[in-house]
Each structure stands twice: as structure tokens, then as C-alpha cells.
């Protein structure tokens, strides 16, 4: 399997990464266990994804600091892992987004240490701020670079506008932002200036936060206090029209021995525009399930058939 680039930067990665939210990520989801967390991480390496996608605000340093111990262990080399993270919350006042080059800087310091590494592959800026000039914060992020800690420039969550502004001076690698099967927006003003800029672009949320898995059925319904009642995607008519495509998946996933996931990563995979997809997950055995996705190779007529299945969400 050939690695993708990052980029115009040296960091290349394998098409499917780990999204490391659910890794210690107790702000997040209640009851998450960490020594599952760790495991996690360590079915992924095992089975050849080499990029963890993380952040500072995942537990607030935790999910950090949890990869960080597992790539001490003997059995694994931090020199074949591609690690990402982020950063833009204050840890004082984690409301509040910052961009200023001193933030930046002093977030990727410790980011290193939590992570027990001297550099990062991948830094993002994790949210715009409201006062940085986004030029400014990225030229920040270019001294890191030229420093040696971090190897390829990020940002997420910005308008175009505001990417326009942040790569003027053509330093962005990499854009991560929400994209899926149903949340397609990125697909008519971004990918074409991503294409054009050269930078590489990361979607997260690829599995609709389990949504496109095929676990859910049209009968399936939500606690209050679960966090996906409040999701649209899983709210009435929606909701069932997602099921609906989603289940007219299982004959193209039997086609290739494959489970429904596995089939909608290696749609990620194939797709032009998608450098690395990075799942999450909340068991071991759902990245083991995941990874299998590396060796399903779609048809270019299947690619198009799964694409049309999920139309109307363009
Ligand atoms: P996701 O990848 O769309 O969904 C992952 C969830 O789907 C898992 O936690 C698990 O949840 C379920 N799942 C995964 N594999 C499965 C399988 N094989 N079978 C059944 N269920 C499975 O959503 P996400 O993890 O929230 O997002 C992915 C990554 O993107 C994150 O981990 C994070 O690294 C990144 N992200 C970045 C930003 C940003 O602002 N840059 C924002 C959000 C996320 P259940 O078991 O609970 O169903």
C-alpha cells in the first residue's frame, strides 16, 4: 500500500488512520475506560494504520498523554507513527479559541511533552480564533517547522475565507473537516482550492458518529441524555432516509466479504479528494473491524453506485 502525502510537507500516512477522540476523551463521552483506550491505539498500530489523530481538548490532555505512553511501550517505534494533534482551546477557559503565535507555540511545547516526543507529524490549528489574522498564526506555525516540531501544518474548522487568509503564503498542508457520505458541502467550494493549493484534506466524522455503520435500524431510538438525541442526523425523517441508504449497502459489502463500515472506509479510500480517513472508535474490536478496510480495493463502479446511493445528501 502506497502513502499519501501531506501536502507539500515530508509526512506521508496511510490511507486509514485512528480518530483518538474516545481515547481518554472524558469530556467528551461519559465512561470511557482508558486501558481500553490504550488498546485501541494498539490494535490500530497492529494493524497497520500508522496515523492517530488527536487533541488537546480530547480529555483536555488526556488522549495526549495515553498515546504518548503507548508509544513508549518496546513494541511499538515512534519514528512509524504519524501523530496529529490540535490545539485552539485555553486550557484555562476552554470556551475560548486562540491563535496568537505565543499560544500556538507554547501549545505545541506541551503538547511534546504530554506526547513524550520531540516533534509532531502533523499540528492543526484546532478552531479559528476571533482576532488572529489567520496569515499570522500560521507563520507561527512555519518557525515550529523550520524548528523541527512539527513536519506538516493543519488547520480545521475554518471557512474558506479564512484558510484563503491562513495559506497566503502557501504554508497549509492539510485541512481537517467534517465530510461524509451525508455531509457533502465540502465537496463544492473547498475540495476544488484544496486541489488547486496542493493541500491534503482529512474528514472527520467519516462513520456519522456510528450512524454509517448499519448498527441502526429505522426502529432505533435514543435516551435523552445520549448525546446522538440531539444529533439531526439522528432525528425523524432523516434519520430513517439515512438507514434507509445505508442498509441498501449490505449487498455491495457482501460483495466483497466486507462489513458495512469497512465498505463505506474503502469509499473514503478510493475518493480523489481524501488523503487519510480516521475513524473513531470505542472498543478494540471496532479497529480491528475498521482496519480490514485496508484491503478492500472498490471498483470504480461500486465507488460510483455508493455515491449515488447517498445523492440527495450531496
Ligand atoms: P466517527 O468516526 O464518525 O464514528 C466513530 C464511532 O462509530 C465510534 O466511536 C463508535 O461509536 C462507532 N464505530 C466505529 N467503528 C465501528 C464499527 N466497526 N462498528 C460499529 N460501530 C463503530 O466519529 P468520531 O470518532 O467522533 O470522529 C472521528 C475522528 O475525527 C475523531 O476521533 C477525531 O479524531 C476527529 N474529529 C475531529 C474534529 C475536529 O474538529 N477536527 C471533530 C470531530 C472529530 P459507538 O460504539 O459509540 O457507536
Do not use: C
Not at 489523530?53 to 519514528?79: C, H, K, M, P, W
Amino acid at each position: 500500500m502506497t502513502d499519501v502525502q501531506i501536502g507539500k510537507s515530508q509526512v506521508y500516512v496511510r490511507s486509514l488512520g485512528l480518530g483518538a477522540n474516545a481515547i481518554g476523551g472524558h469530556n467528551l463521552f461519559p465512561n470511557l475506560d482508558e486501558e481500553e483506550g490504550k488498546e485501541i491505539v494498539r490494535t490500530a498500530l497492529r494493524n497497520g494504520i500508522n496515523l492517530i489523530d488527536t487533541a488537546y481538548i480530547y480529555g483536555e490532555g488526556r488522549s495526549e498523554e495515553l498515546i504518548g505512553d503507548v508509544l513508549q511501550e518496546e513494541a511499538f517505534d515512534r519514528n512509524q507513527v504519524i501523530i496529529a494533534t490540535k490545539a485552539a482551546h485555553r486550557p484555562e477557559e476552554p470556551n475560548k479559541k486562540d491563535n496568537s503565535p505565543e499560544f500556538l507555540t507554547q501549545a505545541v511545547e506541551e503538547a511534546l511533552i504530554r506526547l513524550k516526543t520531540n516533534y509532531l507529524d502533523i499540528f492543526y490549528i484546532h478552531f479559528p480564533d476571533e482576532t488572529t489574522p489567520k496569515d499570522e498564526a500560521i507563520r507561527a506555525l512555519h518557525q515550529l517547522k523550520e524548528a523541527g516540531k512539527i513536519r506538516a501544518i493543519g488547520v480545521s474548522n475554518f471557512t474558506l475565507e479564512q484558510l484563503k487568509e491562513a495559506n497566503a503564503e502557501g504554508y497549509v498542508d492539510v485541512v481537517e473537516d467534517e465530510y461524509s457520505l451525508i455531509h457533502r458541502q465540502a465537496e463544492s467550494e473547498l475540495f476544488p482550492y484544496l486541489a488547486e493549493h496542493s493541500i491534503s484534506f482529512v474528514p472527520y466524522f467519516p462513520l456519522a458518529s456510528g450512524l454509517l455503520t448499519g448498527k441502526y435500524t429505522q426502529e432505533t431510538t435514543f435516551a435523552k441524555d445520549d448525546i446522538r438525541s440531539k444529533k439531526p442526523d439522528f432525528q425523524g425523517d432523516r434519520f430513517k432516509k439515512i438507514v434507509s441508504a445505508v442498509d441498501q449497502l449490505q449487498p455491495i459489502a457482501a460483495s466483497y466479504d466486507a462489513t458495512i463500515p469497512q465498505l463505506v472506509l474503502a469509499w473514503y479510500m478510493k475518493n480523489p479528494a481524501v488523503a487519510a480517513v480516521i475513524p473513531g472508535a470505542k472498543q478494540a474490536s471496532q479497529v480491528a473491524d475498521n482496519a480490514q478496510a485496508l484491503d478492500i480495493h472498490l471498483s470504480a463502479t461500486d465507488y460510483q453506485a455508493i455515491d449515488q446511493l447517498f445523492a440527495e445528501f450531496k
